[in-house]
């Protein structure tokens, strides 16, 4: 009786060791034939590289939205201070023309310091997408270049 049991599971493991090989054979065949290890930490690490990247591109196009913001908002006000001006000078109002000229003149500065300070941290925030995305190229390039070796195969292949 143990024998026939011993011959039976022997029997069944042949089987299922030739199955294994023969679908392991399958795989292997159907592997591209450039195939590398994939590198999976690297992998890893290239994804959150790349939500990090997408997460700057986003601020960079914020504040893209919000120097344009600024600078028709500059213009509207300073569209309405040159308004003032010409009908102070029309109405040969002299004091009341040096004060517009005056606001004017504070005004449009504020508004090219604020203007060149929006461009200056839209600038950062585009060097810093383009080392996110500089990061992410570097780990694409190393997923393929694993130093990794590819998991050993099941015990029953050998």
Known sequence: AKD??????????????????????????????????????????????????????????MASWELVAQDLKAQRILRGLHDDCRQAEHAADSAQLRMCQRAYDAVSHQMRQRSARTRQQRLRLREEANRLWDVVLYYARSVHHAEEPLPPPPRYYS
């Open 4 to 61: 026939a049991l011993l011959e039976k599971k022997s029997r069944e493991l042949t089987q299922l060791q030739d199955e294994a090989k023969r679908w392991f054979a399958q795989y292997q065949e159907n592997l591209p034939p450039d195939h590398a290890p994939v590198n999976y930490a690297a992998m890893r690490r290239m994804s959150d590289a790349v939500t990090e990247a997408e997460a700057a591109e986003a601020n960079y196009r």
